[in-house]
């Protein structure tokens, strides 16, 4: 059974939430969705894996399919060789001047039947052929080893013949002694013919010649040029970048589609020692179990036709005729290009799957949408229950969990009904002052604390206004008793009012007379302050004077003894002016001249004498003068020391009694503003005495209200 949530439950905000159908479907195709994306993914990875063999096996095949044709390619002219050695079994039974033109027509004849053919030849034995004269040896006893080889003209109209009959080195050649041995046709690794006086690269496929009797006759061939291979239609790799190379059995380039000037070269010449590794790989693996078994297959390497990198294919080019050439064939083409086709098939396998699985998401969609619509009529039900409208009908009839809750929001939306019917119609009840209630209607579960409460609240309100009613009785008692004793405090409110108001006068009377003797104190003090400062600058100015004095005092000294070193110097003169009238007296005429001179020297030094004399005694007078000036001077400025101290002390005096005075006028001023207060505090008891009165009219009043609003009021015994 489940248990009533808590009151601290969180709410869940229906304006932010999702519908569960869509909300299942959403998480149900996420998880379809990722379970999907695995399996492409693997199925990605694993396809992709096929699909590189696959690729793989497409090259394998490609280049196996190319091999093939130039086998077959070979394989047909081994069989039209063998066709014309054949034509040439009955040359010697011919008569001997018809032999050397029916080689000659049937050296024409393959020629002119296959334009593949570069020169198609003839070597016999030794006297197997007449002469150029159509006589046999027998006739003209000379030894003659006959050869005759036959091309097209330049112009390809025609055919061209060489004729030897000295070609005796022929018997000691390899293939030559091999065909003759073993009797097999022989196909020659490439080499170089000079054909025109043009140097070309080559192959010759040799079949034996033998006369009716079954006796070795000779070799007949067919040279095939190696460029001519490259114009032979292959099978198509389907790569624009595909290199192909074929390399006979000792490393010798028989095609090259990405360069004719590598044809003829061997491997190693020109940078394809890569090719002749895997050849030699190649050579080296054991027979297969069936025909396309071997191969060697490189995901990294140069394609040299594009010189970048590549995949190659590495597989055997053996003839099955002859005498059994290993040659082998390689097929290279870009990675990128191989890793794009493998990309696209994957891209289209994927699509195809992602196709698929969409399809698939929408089917389960609508299966599980269908499925979970009912839940659209229980939200609906829902969102009218949360609108307040508890009357509603879900109609959901299936056996399954959301017609079970389908039925269960109808009950309780029947019952929620219910209990909102009663609780409106009891509080309707005491709406109309009616607290005689009793609930009728069964509350279940969490529902019973409502009935508990709304019987509380019923309860509550019967005692409740019951109380109100003796209280009403009590207060109107009171508020006469309180009328009474509040006029009784406003007369005396009253009289202190007026007392108050009296005081205040005298004190605001006295404030003004200490009011006034501060500033006057204080305007003496700033007077005082003033001489004082005047007297201290005077007595400076004197400091001055009494300075200035002693240093005249100072310098008259000085001036003294100037004067003293002058007179010193008059005298010296008078005493050297004396000596020289003296020397001139003695010198006669001739020292007459120098005689008036010395006499007014010594006039000079006597007026000088007299001048000092004169200008020390007024020296003497000033010093003394100065000397009593600066003891008069001294005398003053201790005088006036003694009145700065003296004002000084007024002064202190002063601010003291105009501190006083200020402390005085402030202890008054505050005395004013608690007068003020008691005055506005005696003013508001007066004011409160009076609306106590009135409030206790008014509460009088009230309660008497109050007991008649009580009476209507239809409540139970108690």
């Known amino acids: ?74 394989e047909n002219v081994y069989g039209q060789v063998i066709g014309f050695a054949n034509s040439l079994k009955n040359i010697s039974a011919l008569p001997p001047d018809q032999q050397r033109q029916a080689i000659d027509n049937a050296l024409a004849g393959v020629l002119t039947g296959d334009k593949n053919y570069t020169t198609v030849f003839a070597y016999f034995e030794q006297n197997a052929i007449a002469d150029a004269n159509g006589e046999p040896y027998s006739v003209h006893h000379r030894e003659i080893a006959y050869e005759a080889i036959a091309y097209p003209d330049e112009t390809g109209t025609s055919v061209t013949f060489e004729k030897h009959e000295d070609a005796f080195d022929n018997f000691e050649k390899e293939y030559y002694v091999q065909i003759k041995s073993s009797g097999q046709p022989y196909i020659m690794e490439p080499y170089v013919y000079n054909l025109r006086g ?19 006759l000779g070799v007949a061939g067919c040279d095939v040029a190696l460029s001519d291979m490259k114009t032979q239609q ?216 409502i009935q508990t409460s709304i019987e509380k609240i019923a309860s509550s309100l019967n005692e409740t206004l019951h109380q109100i009613t003796i209280s009403a009785d009590d207060v109107a008692s009171g508020s006469v008793s309180v009328s009474t004793g509040a006029q009784i405090l406003s007369k005396g409110a009253l009289e202190q009012e007026k007392a108050i108001d009296e005081l205040a006068v005298s004190i605001e009377s006295l404030s003004e007379d200490v009011r006034a003797n501060a500033d006057d ?41 100037i004067l003293n070193t002058i007179g010193e110097i008059a005298r010296q003169t008078n005493l050297l002016s004396l000596n020289a009238s003296i020397e001139a007296a003695r010198a006669g005429q001739a020292g007459k001249g120098f005689a008036v001179v010395a006499d007014e020297i010594r006039n000079l030094a006597s007026k000088s004498a007299e001048a000092l004399q004169q200008t020390s005694e007024l020296i003497e007078g000033s010093f003394s003068a100065v000397k009593n000036g600066t003891n008069i001077a001294d005398e003053t400025a201790k005088s006036f020391l003694s009145v700065v101290e003296g004002a000084k002390e007024i002064a202190s005096s002063v601010d003291k009694i105009s501190l006083a005075s200020q402390n005085q006028k402030r202890a008054l001023e505050e005395l004013v503003k608690n007068i003020d207060l008691i005055a506005e505090v005696v003013q508001s008891n007066t004011n409160a005495v009076q609306e106590s009165v009135s409030t206790s009219e008014k509460l009088s009043k009230q309660s008497k209200l109050l007991r008649d609003l009580v009476s209507k009021f239809h409540l139970k015994e108690f």
């Open 234 to 449: 292959y099978a198509s790799t389907g790569y624009a970048s595909t290199h192909m190379v074929a390399l006979a059995e000792d490393k010798t380039v028989l095609l090259d589609t990405n360069s004719d000037e590598y044809v003829g070269k061997n491997a190693s010449e020109v940078g394809y020692e890569g090719l002749a590794e895997d050849t030699d790989k190649l050579k080296a693996m054991p027979e297969g179990t069936h025909l396309n078994s071997n191969y060697i297959i490189n995901t990294d390497i140069t394609n040299f036709a594009t010189m970048r990198r590549g995949v190659s294919v590495t597989v055997p080019l053996k003839m099955n005729s002859g005498n059994g050439n290993e040659w082998t064939l390689y097929i290279a083409i870009d990675k990128a290009e191989f890793n794009t086709a493998i990309i696209k098939d994957t891209i289209k396998l994927m699509l195809a799957v992602t196709l698929f699985g969409i399809i698939l998401l929408y089917i389960i969609y609508r299966i599980i949408k269908n499925s979970l619509y009912p839940i659209t009529y229980i939200t609906a039900g829902a969102s009218q229950l949360e609108k307040g409208n508890l009357k509603i009908n879900i109609d959901v009839n299936t056996d399954d969990e959301l017609g079970r809750l389908a039925s269960g929001i109808n009950h309780i939306s029947e019952t929620m009904d219910n209990y909102v019917h009663d609780i409106s119609q009891q509080l309707s009840e005491m709406a109309e002052n009616n607290m005689d209630i009793e609930i009728k209607q069964k509350y279940i579960g969490d529902f019973i604390p």
């Open 521 to 561: 104190a204080q305007k003496i003090s700033f007077a005082v302050k003033q001489v004082g400062e005047n007297i201290e600058t005077s007595n400076d100015e004197m400091k001055k004077l009494v300075e200035a004095m002693a240093d005249i005092r100072t310098s008259s000294a000085g001036i003294e003894q």
């Open 1 to 74: 059974m489940l248990k009533g949530k808590s009151r601290g439950a969180k709410k869940v905000n229906r304006k932010f939430s999702s519908s569960l159908s869509k909300k299942i479907i959403a998480k149900m195709s996420i998880f379809i969705a990722i379970i999907f994306l695995i399996n492409v993914s693997i199925s990605g990875a694993i396809s992709m894996k096929s699909l590189v063999d696959v690729t793989n096996s497409k090259l394998i095949s490609s280049a196996y399919e190319n091999a093939f044709l130039i086998q077959n390619t070979i």
């Open 198 to 216: 043009e140097d070309i690269m080559m192959i010759s496929i040799i079949a034996p010649v033998y006369n009716a009797e079954g006796a070795f």
